[in-house]
C-alpha cells in the first residue's frame, strides 16, 4: 500500500516547455487535488476531481489542465511552462464520506 | 478568501506549550490543521467539524468556535519532534472537500 504516489519528483523545464505531472492512488479514494506550495505561502488548489469522471477549477487553475484518467490516475499538465510556475506541487485523495486528505510526497518544478 | 493564521511563528522549549489560531471571514463547516516538515508533505493532524466532532492526533488538542469562524490548535508539552509548519484548512461545505489553507505558522521547538 503505497498511498499517494508523485512523478516525476524533480523537473527542470525552459520557459514554453510543457509537461505532465503524474499522481496515483491506491486507496481507493473517490476525491483527488491538485496543490501549489509556493515559498512562505500556503498550499492553493489547482483543481479536484472530487469523482472518476468529473474535474473543476480550484483557486489558481490557469495555465494548467488535469486528467481523470481512472479512479487512480490524476494528472496535472502545463501546456506552455512560465517561470511564475516554479513551485512544489502536491497531489492529494480523500475517501468518499471522509474529510481527511492524504498528501503525496510532491514534485518540485523551476521553471528557467 | 484565505484563512488568516496566528502567530506567523513561535519558538519554545521542550515542554512548553503554544497555542496556533486560525480565522476565516468566511462561514465554516470544517477546519483541517496539518504539520509539514521542511521537504516533506504534509500529513494531517487534526478536524474539526462543524456540530463539535472532532477527529485526530492523540496529543493535540483544538478547538472550533463556529460562530466566529475561528480555529485554535493546542499543543502542550512541546517535543523536538512537534517543530515544523502548522496550516490550517478550511472548508466552507463537505461534498467537494476543497479546502483553503492558511499562510502557515511555523513553530521551532528547541532542546
Known amino acids: 500500500n503505497a498511498g499517494v504516489t508523485q512523478t516525476p519528483k524533480f523537473q527542470v523545464l525552459k520557459t514554453g516547455q510543457s509537461m505532465t505531472l503524474q499522481c496515483a492512488q491506491d486507496?481507493?479514494?473517490?476525491?483527488m487535488y491538485w496543490y501549489r506550495q509556493d515559498p512562505g505561502m500556503g498550499l492553493r488548489l489547482i483543481y479536484y476531481?472530487?469523482?472518476?469522471?468529473?474535474?473543476d477549477k480550484g483557486e489558481v487553475p490557469n495555465g494548467y489542465n488535469v486528467s481523470r484518467l481512472n479512479k487512480r490516475e490524476f494528472s496535472l499538465r502545463l501546456e506552455s511552462a512560465a517561470p511564475s510556475q516554479t513551485s512544489v506541487y502536491f497531489c492529494?485523495?480523500?475517501?468518499?464520506?471522509?474529510?481527511?486528505?492524504?498528501f503525496g510526497p510532491g514534485t518540485r518544478l523551476l521553471v528557467l | 478568501q484565505q484563512p488568516v493564521q496566528s502567530p506567523q511563528a513561535v519558538i519554545l522549549r521542550e515542554g512548553e506549550d503554544a497555542v496556533i489560531n486560525c480565522s476565516s471571514s468566511?462561514?465554516?463547516?470544517?477546519v483541517h490543521w496539518y504539520r509539514q516538515k521542511h521537504g516533506e508533505a504534509p500529513v494531517f493532524l487534526m478536524i474539526?467539524?462543524?456540530?463539535?466532532e472532532q477527529k485526530g492526533h492523540e496529543k493535540i488538542s483544538a478547538s472550533f468556535n463556529e460562530k466566529k469562524q475561528q480555529s485554535s490548535l493546542y499543543l502542550t508539552a512541546s517535543q523536538l519532534s512537534y517543530s515544523g509548519t502548522y496550516f490550517c484548512?478550511?472548508?466552507?461545505?463537505?461534498?467537494?472537500?476543497?479546502?483553503?489553507f492558511g499562510q502557515g505558522t511555523t513553530l521551532q521547538v528547541k532542546p
Open positions: 476531481s472530487a469523482s472518476e469522471g468529473t474535474t
Open positions: 484548512g478550511t472548508a466552507g461545505s463537505s461534498n467537494t472537500g476543497k479546502l483553503i
Open positions: 486507496m481507493n479514494h473517490n476525491s
Open positions: 468566511k462561514a465554516l463547516y470544517s
Open positions: 492529494a485523495s480523500r475517501a468518499r464520506g471522509q474529510e481527511t486528505q492524504y
Open positions: 474539526l467539524l462543524k456540530g463539535g
